[in-house]
C-alpha cells in the first residue's frame, strides 16, 4: 500500500535569548539497523531569528540538509509570531513550506520552501510517519511561550 498526503501544522510562538531556534519535525521510530520498512520520511524544518533549515533524516541522528534559506524580515525576540509547516509527499517527492505571519493576522507569508526525491527505500515510503512534534532547541531554552497549536493531515492509500 502506498501512501501520498499532505500535513499542515500551525503555531504561535514567543522567541527569546535562550532558544537556538524552533523546529517542526515528522518522525517514525527509526535506526540504522532497522529493516527498510521501519525508515519513514522524516522532514525537519527549523526557524531562527535570521533563517530557515530543511532536513530529511533517514534513519536515527543522520541528517541530511536539503536547504537553509535567510529570511527577508527577521524574527524578533519576546514577539508573538505565528508560524506554518506544509509538507507534502507524492511517494518518494518532498514539499515542505515554511510560512509566517508576521502580523499574527492570519497574512502568512511563505518564507521558504524545498522540494526534493527522498533517500529513503521504496518499503519505507509507503506508510506514514507515526508522530510529528515542534521541538525548541538550544542549550538551555526557558520560557518558550507556545499556543494555538494546530494539526491538519489528508491523506490517501493508492493502493
Known sequence: ????????????YVPNSTLENFSFETHSRHNEDDPPSNRRVQCTSSISVSEVTFKEEPWHNNHI??????????????????????VSKKFDQIVHQKYVDYGNDGSFEL??????????????????????????NGKMPKGIRLKNLHYYFESQFLE
Open 1 to 12: 500500500m502506498l501512501w501520498d498526503g499532505t500535513l499542515v501544522s500551525i503555531v504561535d
Open 111 to 136: 518564507v521558504a520552501e524545498v522540494k526534493y526525491k527522498s533517500d529513503v527505500s521504496d518499503e519505507g515510503l509507503k506508510l506514514p510517519n507515526l508522530y510529528n512534534r515542534w521541538r525548541v
Open 65 to 86: 540538509t536539503r536547504k537553509t534559506v535567510k529570511l527577508q524580515k527577521p524574527i524578533c525576540l519576546n514577539e508573538w509570531y505565528r508560524v506554518a509547516d506544509v
